[in-house]
Antibody, heavy 122, light 106 residues
């Protein structure tokens, strides 16, 4: 059974750093891309970026380029979403999701993590 | 940048057919996927590659995509189908979500 289990909720202050994790199981981790999606309170889904686990090839949404860093640790089947300096506007739910498909035009997010709520407040 | 447009809300009576449109420039030349999100839950894939249903998704969910519009259709809508629905596609290294449609079953 494919599962993506994310790290727990975080409360941080502006300017602090943070890493959110997504641990995968039930499939060969290195054969898929992992994507990250933001959902601000009461709002829709926003694609942030994707990373190909095998070689860490990464694509970022222009809206998030330079704001976050995606990485993977293949040894523990885990993907990471990292901020160096949080802002209050980063307060949101963050989801990881597995990207499935043979080539980019076919890709879709077939399994999702449970979400990690990040609250940034002074 | 590529954009997908959805109505903010759609209402349907129980047992009737609900249709949710998603429009984008030449969307019919790309694949569309649809996700269902209930309050407090993660999104769930309900349609991929325009018309395909993942295992476990009821047959009452179907999809189509032509010209500039992809459509999610729910036949025999049930109360449990009340949720937010998002369309999604891909455009040259960018994955795009529509703004979401709140489906109300009343």
């Amino acid at each position: 059974e494919v599962q993506l289990v994310q790290s727990g909720a975080e409360v941080k202050k502006p300017g602090e750093s943070l890493t959110v994790s997504c641990r995968a199981s039930g499939y060969t981790f290195t054969e898929f891309w992992i994507g990250w999606v933001r959902q601000m309170p009461g709002k829709g889904l926003e694609w942030m970026g994707v990373i190909y686990v095998d070689d860490s090839d990464t694509r970022y949404s222009p809206s998030f380029q330079g704001q976050v860093t995606l990485s993977v640790d293949k040894s523990i089947n885990t993907a990471h979403l990292q901020w160096n300096s949080l802002k209050a506007s980063d307060t949101a739910m963050y989801y990881c999701a597995r990207l499935h498909g043979g080539n980019p035009i076919e890709y879709y997010f077939d399994f999702w993590g449970q979400g990690t709520l990040v609250t940034v407040s002074s | 940048s590529f954009e997908l447009t959805q109505p903010s809300s759609v209402s349907v009576s129980p047992g009737q057919t609900a249709s949710i449109d998603c429009s984008g420039d030449n969307l019919g030349n790309r694949y569309a996927s649809w996700y269902q999100q209930k309050p407090g839950q993660s999104p769930v894939l309900v349609i991929y590659q325009d018309t395909k249903r993942p295992s476990g998704i009821p047959e009452r969910f179907s999809g189509s995509n032509s010209a500039n519009t992809a459509t999610l259709t729910i036949r025999g809508t049930q109360a449990m189908d009340e949720a937010d629905y998002y369309c999604q596609t891909w455009d040259t290294n960018i994955w795009v979500f529509g703004g979401g449609t709140k489906l109300t079953v009343l």
